[in-house]
């Protein structure tokens, strides 16, 4: 009944339904993930499903993000106590739009979001597998050195990332 008020609302103020909400969980956008075992952690959005799929009739996106965070490294450690301490664990899934919240991040373009992740490689087990360790790879270089923005410092939206949720 919703639904149908709100279509009959846009048809007379003469704009399509979509067009009525703005689109802004884009790719690259840095997301919370709101449920399930990745409650509170951070990701970001590969791909998106605006209209769903034949398997998930719903919208959803493809996620890449950090289940483990690195902690914090000072000058004082070891190479060996730094390179263990700034291991990153990653995961990718599918994740319905109501079970995320976008953040006002966008990582930087030479991130690539696209590229983290494919929807061939999210079929089978070890492409997942695959997936991941490029994702593994790719964080840990990004957050050791941060890219920097306009101003020439590091990425606002990187170090965001990096950190852990505190909640």
Known sequence: EAQAKALERAERTGQSQSAAMGKFIKAGRVVVMLQGRYAGKKAIVVKTFDDGSKSRPF?????????????KVTRRMSKKKITKRSKVKPFVKYCNFNHIMPTRYQV???????????DQQMDTADGRVEAKKFVKSLLQEKFTTPPPDKSGRPSKDVLYLR???RF
């Open 59 to 71: 919208g959803h996106a493809l996620v890449a993000g950090v289940d483990r965070a690195p902690l």
């Open 108 to 118: 930087p373009a030479e991130i690539a979001p696209a590229s983290m992740c494919t």
């Open 163 to 165: 950190k852990k949720l």
